[in-house]
């Protein structure tokens, strides 16, 4: 098989991870902040020592405000539910995942909340549009640092810095689709709420993600119950990152974070992304058939995501025949994007997603080129 679904999420890992989640399950595999045994005190260091590192990786602003979450989704779901109130406005963009829609849909429905949806210029938010629309009601600014329908990807830096000079709104970023691939400073860019998923291009496993944070931000629990510690307080405790850390924490995915991470530093994130988009660069030199549109980031600081509409073939259709004549795994669809697709004019039946990782090679995108230019 040819995987080129790695927006989705990246396969294979790389060999360390796997490793490393069995190494480190088997020798630490318990429960942490509910023992004071040795073994129990051992794996709260190694989680502690994790974090630090994680905080590093981002430049953010201390290990405890790094947050393990479920995955992105429970990460914005924990950010916008616990800082949204009544009759707040939220500014966010078209490009954004229902990781981001559906929650402020809600929120819309159930609090009266005022959404905005910035349109990019190009590919890029303008900022003069941003800061028109920022005003005192602003509490929060939504941002997808890469799409996952095409790549596009915004300037963070410009961005941090409008809400920051023109507003006391807080700072979201949803950075699925360029963690692990694009560098990121949190500090730099004046993010409160930074979001990622383990499973993508950080390379960890599913089940397991970030949401790190400004300690100064006021943030209520979305999710309640064991701590660990202060059993006897009758509600969350306040500290980080307890107060956003609920139940069991999933210690085997931390393990195959923190091996994920490794790989790419001992890599070079640098590296990675230079072979993603030579690739990237190989495949749309050699697809020739004029029966194909694609649609997909000019720009060499995205990701390596493609975009393919056929003229003969829906997206799904398309899809269909790649994997099952040719075992080549893509993505049709909307990709959890609607008005993205409504955006770029391809809803409702969305495009043909190629995302390259890594692990790619370049027979694989030339035996693609080579197939669609024969469909």
Same mark, same amino acid.
């Given at each position: 098989?040819?995987?080129?679904?790695? /927006?989705?999420?990246?396969?294979?890992?790389?060999?360390?991870?796997?490793?490393?989640?069995?190494?480190?399950?088997?020798?630490?595999?318990?429960?942490?902040?509910?023992?004071?045994?040795?073994?129990?005190?051992?794996?709260?260091?190694?989680?502690?020592?994790?974090r630090?590192?994680?905080?590093?990786?981002?430049?953010?602003?201390?290990?405890?405000?790094?947050?393990?979450?479920?995955?992105a989704?429970d990460?914005?779901?924990?950010?916008?539910?616990?800082?949204?109130?009544?009759?707040?406005?939220?500014?966010?963009t078209?490009?954004?995942?229902?990781?981001?829609?559906?929650?402020?849909n809600?929120?819309?429905?159930?609090?009266r909340i005022?959404v905005?949806?910035?349109?990019?210029?190009?590919?890029?938010?303008?900022?003069?549009?941003?800061?028109?629309?920022?005003?005192?009601?602003?509490?929060?600014?939504?941002?997808?640092?890469?799409?996952?329908v095409?790549?596009y990807?915004?300037?963070?830096?410009?961005?941090?810095?409008?809400?920051?000079?023109?507003?006391?709104?807080?700072f979201?970023?949803?950075?699925?689709? /360029?963690?692990?691939?694009?560098?990121?400073?949190?500090?730099?860019?004046?993010?409160?709420?930074?979001v990622?998923?383990?499973?993508?291009?950080?390379?960890g496993?599913?089940?397991?993600?970030?949401?790190?944070?400004?300690?100064?931000?006021?943030?209520?629990?979305?999710?309640?119950?064991?701590?660990?510690?202060?059993?006897?307080?009758?509600?969350?405790?306040?500290?980080?990152?307890?107060?956003?850390?609920?139940?069991?924490?999933?210690?085997?995915?931390?393990?195959?974070?923190?091996?994920?991470?490794?790989?790419?530093?001992?890599?070079g994130?640098?590296?990675?992304?230079?072979?993603?988009l030579?690739?990237?660069?190989?495949?749309?030199?050699?697809?020739?058939?004029?029966?194909?549109?694609i649609?997909?980031?000019?720009?060499?600081?995205?990701?390596?995501?493609?975009?393919?509409?056929?003229?003969?073939?829906?997206?799904?259709?398309?899809?269909?025949?790649?994997?099952?004549?040719?075992?080549?795994?893509?993505?049709?669809?909307?990709?959890c994007?609607?008005?993205?697709?409504?955006?770029?004019?391809t809803?409702?039946?969305g495009?043909?997603?190629? /995302?390259i990782?890594?692990?790619?090679?370049?027979?694989?995108?030339?035996?693609?080129?080579?197939?669609?230019?024969?469909?």
């Amino acid at each position: 098989m040819i995987y080129l679904d790695n /927006s989705a999420t990246t396969f294979p890992k790389p060999e360390k991870v796997y490793k490393e989640m069995i190494d480190l399950y088997q020798k630490y595999g318990v429960n942490v902040e509910r023992g004071n045994y040795k073994l129990s005190l051992e794996a709260h260091a190694l989680v502690q020592k994790i974090r630090l590192k994680i905080n590093n990786f981002f430049n953010g602003y201390s290990e405890e405000c790094v947050v393990f979450t479920y995955n992105a989704t429970d990460a914005l779901n924990i950010a916008i539910n616990g800082v949204i109130e009544e009759n707040d406005r939220v500014i966010t963009t078209v490009l954004e995942h229902n990781s981001v829609l559906r929650p402020l849909n809600h929120l819309k429905k159930s609090k009266r909340i005022e959404v905005e949806y910035l349109n990019p210029s190009g590919e890029k938010i303008d900022t003069r549009e941003l800061k028109a629309r920022l005003d005192k009601r602003t509490k929060l600014v939504v941002v997808n640092h890469s799409s996952n329908v095409t790549g596009y990807t915004q300037d963070l830096e410009a961005i941090g810095r409008c809400i920051k000079e023109n507003s006391s709104a807080y700072f979201l970023v949803d950075a699925s689709q /360029s963690a692990g691939v694009i560098p990121v400073d949190i500090k730099k860019a004046s993010i409160d709420f930074f979001v990622t998923t383990g499973h993508k291009a950080l390379y960890g496993p599913t089940g397991i993600g970030l949401l790190i944070l400004n300690p100064e931000v006021k943030i209520r629990p979305f999710r309640v119950g064991g701590s660990g510690h202060s059993s006897e307080n009758p509600y969350q405790p306040d500290n980080f990152p307890d107060r956003l850390e609920a139940g069991t924490l999933n210690i085997l995915g931390v393990f195959g974070l923190k091996a994920g991470i490794e790989f790419i530093e001992e890599t070079g994130i640098e590296k990675i992304h230079s072979k993603e988009l030579k690739l990237k660069k190989l495949l749309l030199e050699n697809l020739e058939n004029k029966k194909i549109k694609i649609l997909t980031s000019k720009e060499d600081s995205s990701p390596a995501i493609v975009s393919i509409l056929h003229c003969d073939y829906s997206p799904a259709d398309l899809a269909n025949i790649l994997d099952s004549e040719f075992g080549i795994a893509t993505r049709a669809g909307l990709h959890c994007a609607p008005l993205a697709h409504k955006f770029l004019g391809t809803f409702p039946y969305g495009t043909l997603r190629v /995302s390259i990782g890594y692990f790619n090679t370049e027979e694989e995108i030339l035996t693609l080129s080579s197939v669609l230019n024969q469909l």
